[in-house]
Each structure stands twice: as structure tokens, then as C-alpha cells.
């Protein structure tokens, strides 16, 4: 079931913080997959981004997860699948500017708790990840593309080409040129 836009007033609640619809609806978010009680504390995402469902049920059967903070339903989040649900984010959203203050406001965390959890469950840090993901698609794009490094960069969300080119040779063992030379060989 697919939730919908928000009325003006539910959007105002929300923006409010009105605890006093908590029991009327839920909000979820599109973009990183967490659904909220109206009471949320967290920052508020983009109105475009929100989806509203009539009770936490819907919003899980709809494939949402609870919100670590406000905990909508009574609904407690495994760190299993919130630090799985941060992967997923961070594996369509690497292009764009990703700190883990960012992550932090997305998953309604603080970023110092975000990263231990995240670091206990999964052996890496958030950051580790997204520079995995980044430089596994830098290496896709010099397979398939004719794109030069910098553009390259560009893409993948590391708009500083000589960091790019040092991140993808810590990562790959050599820089993105020789990296393009040896499949031309
Ligand atoms: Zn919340």
C-alpha cells in the first residue's frame, strides 16, 4: 500500500511536533525508508519525501522501519536493520554529499551513536562504506565509459579529483589512468 502526500495540516503538525496527533497517523520518509510519529524530534524532512499512513502497521507492511527515536507504535528497530537500511541509503544516494552528520539528521541519530552502532554491527565505519561504494562505481564508469577521471569523480560525489585519485588507489591498488590503461592492454 502506498501511503499519501500529506493534508496541510498533518504537514503542519508535523513541523510542529504535535504530539497530540501521534495516535491519527504516521509519517514516513521515501528516501531513507523510516517511518516517524508526528512528535518526532528529529529534523524534518523535505515535504516531497513524506508519505502518510494511517497507523505503524500500514507503514511496516509498506516496507518502512520504526524510527530509532520516537519509537512509532511502541516498535523497536533492530540494529541489524537500521544499519542495513543506512547501506541501502548510501548505496543510492552516493553521488550526493554524504557526512555522517548527514546520516546522523537522515536516521535520526546523533553522529557519534550512529557510528558506534553502525561500527559494532558491521566491523566498518559509515564512511568506509560509502568510499567502497563510490569507488566500486568509479571502477564500473572507466569500464563502460569514456569519461574522463575528473568527470568521473564528479559522478561518484568526490568532486576533488586528486582525493578521488588517492582514495581510488588505496582502494583499488593502482590510480583510475592505470587502471583504464591495463583494460586497454
Ligand atoms: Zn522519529
Not at 508526528?38 to 509498506?62: F, G, Q, T, W
Request: charged fraction near 25%.
Amino acid at each position: 500500500m502506498l501511503g499519501r502526500t500529506p493534508t496541510e495540516f498533518e504537514w503542519q503538525a508535523i513541523q510542529m511536533r504535535t504530539s497530540s496527533v501521534d495516535r491519527e497517523f504516521v509519517y514516513a520518509i521515501t528516501t531513507t525508508k523510516i517511518f516517524c510519529k508526528p512528535s518526532c524530534p528529529s529534523c524534518k524532512p523535505d515535504v516531497e519525501h513524506v508519505r502518510i499512513y494511517k497507523n505503524s502497521d500500514l507503514a511496516m507492511e509498506s516496507g518502512y522501519y520504526p524510527c530509532k527515536r520516537c519509537k512509532p507504535g511502541g516498535l523497536k528497530l533492530s540494529n541489524q536493520d537500521w544499519t542495513n537500511q543506512m547501506n541501502a541509503y548510501m548505496d543510492q544516494y552516493y553521488q550526493e554529499h554524504i557526512t555522517l552528520r548527514v546520516l546522523a539528521d537522515e536516521f535520526h541519530s546523533s553522529p557519534y551513536h550512529l557510528q558506534r552502532v553502525y561500527k559494532s554491527v558491521k566491523g566498518y565505519t559509515p564512511t568506509e562504506y560509502l568510499q567502497k561504494v563510490r569507488i566500486q562505481r568509479a571502477v564500473e564508469l572507466l569500464k563502460h565509459t569514456y569519461l574522463s577521471v575528473e568527470e568521473i569523480g564528479h559522478q561518484v560525489g568526490l568532486h576533488n579529483t586528486s582525493y578521488f585519485i588517492t582514495l581510488f588507489k588505496n582502494l583499488v591498488g593502482t590510480t583510475p589512468k592505470q587502471y583504464k590503461k591495463t583494460l586497454e592492454s
